[in-house]
């Protein structure tokens, strides 16, 4: 048995990986903007600067934002004054008819009252008549009376329509007693007559009442409308845009984090974008995998990776995110030209497919630069502290052949053939989970070579063969780890005719 045809059997981590290039990119970033069109006036801060959140950033000038706002508060001024105005107008004419209408002196409320007065005055002589004649001592009221009571004739029963009917004569008076004394006496009215003149009175009071309250509804409608007016006079819109405008001329830190990017200089009147701010609080790893990787990786994948900025040091990650989206072409373009190419049809002419791939960075990120590029190794597979030996090895699915020496120096042995029971494997070697092998058996990669051979002394003719190397692996001592790595940008190597060397 010479060197390359056995594999002494020992304790290692396995892992099976895909090698990514990407870069580095901060967890989140914003583009900070500006909607105004005047003149940066003031800028501190440039590209690489950490700053924390609300902190100063960037000035612009104000000057004709502060003057068409002093413009548009002197005219709101003006505004309210007049609505003001208008307001104690319309509160004044409110206050005169309430003061008229406690004070009786509506005009229209008073006349309706006069005439209920007067009516009263009528129907009360009226009753202190009956049981003899009388006349109405006062012409003025008499005369009031016989108008209503004339108006009221032709609708009493037996009416006639023409005036006011006069009481049947009166018996003689006594001696010396004159009421009224002679000629223009007034008309005597019947109780019937005074009492329906009063009833009409009174309604047109209570009529005129409610014409008075419906008056001074419409007055109070006008003050109320007068409010409304002084209300919206001071609370403009255009005013909270121009206040907006001047605080959003001073531009601070929406979040802490690193400067990336400043847009514009002083004097620049900027075009939307002004500058940008990354929060590096946590990083990401930016790569694309091929689409045949795709299956294999999963999220929280543990990931090891070097960056060129930090040389060797090898920092780690997880897998956050597999996009399910691919992209044609070596620059991988978008998601939305990816869908494009398979909405067309096929994957643009031959080119090939990559998916984009998202690892947050874990552990340490000193020396780890924003946009810095990395080397990154995705485990997809892993099996620590297994006995890992050549995939060649396994035949038949469980089958191995192993030379069963005595003692540990020994250089010969009996092939035997055993079973065992297989785990995670890579491209080179497979993990032994489970069986009949143990640390520091001495397995033969190629089988085909040795099956006619079980139960036959077989030595072992290389000049390297060390048996501290045996007596190690029974005693568990770690050799090292088998990690064979699939580039995400390349085929698989192809399976050498040889056992692969152990990483050391």
């Known amino acids: 048995m010479l060197a390359g045809d056995y594999t002494i059997a020992a304790e290692e981590n396995l892992t099976n990986s895909i090698v990514v290039n990407g870069n580095i990119a901060p967890i989140r970033s914003v583009s900070i903007t500006t909607p105004l069109q005047s003149e940066v006036e003031r800028l501190a801060v440039q590209p690489g600067d950490r700053v924390a959140k609300d902190q ?4 612009m000038n104000t000057d004709a934002l502060q003057r068409q706002l002093a413009k548009q508060e002197k005219q709101q001024a003006s505004a309210q004054a007049e609505a003001m105005q208008g307001v104690e107008q319309a509160k004044s004419q409110l206050n005169a008819y309430d003061q008229a209408m406690a004070n009786g002196s509506n005009p229209a409320v008073a006349q309706a009252q006069a005439q209920v007065d007067q009516a009263q005055a009528a129907l009360d002589a009226a009753l202190a008549a009956q049981g003899g ?42 001696p010396g007693a004159v009421p009224g ?33 419906q008056e001074r509804q419409q007055l109070q409608a006008q003050v109320d409308s007068a ?19 001047v605080q959003e001329a001073t531009i601070n830190a929406p979040m802490a984090g690193v400067v990336t990017n400043v847009d514009v ?40 990776f070097t960056s060129t900025a930090t040389g060797k040091k090898k920092f780690t990650g997880r897998v956050t995110r597999v996009s399910p989206v691919g992209s044609t072409g070596a620059s991988a373009g978008s998601g939305a030209e990816a869908a494009a190419a398979m909405s067309a049809g096929g994957s ?13 960075v874990t552990g340490d990120k000193e020396g780890l630069l924003l946009g810095g590029s990395v080397r990154a190794e995705i485990i997809t597979e892993e099996a620590k502290n297994s006995i890992n030996i050549p995939r060649d090895a396994v035949y038949d699915e469980n089958k191995i052949l192993v030379l069963a020496t005595e003692n540990p120096g020994d250089t010969s042995g009996v092939v035997e053939e055993r079973t065992v029971k297989t785990g995670a494997k890579n491209d080179v070697d497979v993990a032994v989970t489970g069986g009949e092998l143990k ?24 000049e390297n063969f060390d048996p501290e190397q045996v007596k190690d692996a029974k005693d568990k001592k770690p050799t090292g780890s088998a990690a064979p790595t699939t580039p995400a940008t390349s085929s698989a190597a192809p399976k050498s005719s040889a056992p692969a060397e152990k990483e050391g």
């Open 181 to 213: 004394g002679g000629q223009g006496a007034a008309p005597m009215l019947s109780v019937e007559q005074a009492r329906a003149a009063l009833q009409e009175s009174q309604a047109a009071l209570e009529a005129a009442k409610a014409q008075a309250g």
């Open 133 to 174: 004649p009388r006349m109405i001592a006062s012409p003025k009221i008499a005369a009031h009376v016989q108008k209503m009571a004339g108006d009221l004739s032709s609708r009493l029963p037996g009416g006639s329509g023409h005036g006011i009917r006069t009481a049947p004569p009166a018996a003689p008076a006594a």
């Open 439 to 462: 640390p520091g058996d001495i397995v033969i990669n190629w089988p085909e070579n040795f099956k006619d051979k079980v139960g036959s002394t077989v030595k072992v003719n290389d």
């Open 348 to 360: 643009g002419g031959g080119s090939s497919v990559t998916f984009p791939v998202e690892i947050e």
């Open 56 to 59: 100063f950033l960037v000035q």
């Open 265 to 304: 200089q002083v004097g620049d009147i900027p075009q939307g974008r002004v500058l940008g701010i990354a929060d590096d609080s946590r990083l990401l790893i930016r790569a694309s995998v091929r689409e045949a990787d795709v299956p294999a990786i999963k999220q929280d994948n543990r990931v090891e």
């Open 227 to 245: 409010w409304r007016a002084a209300e919206n006079a001071s609370a403009t819109d255009d005013d909270g845009t121009l206040q907006l405008q």
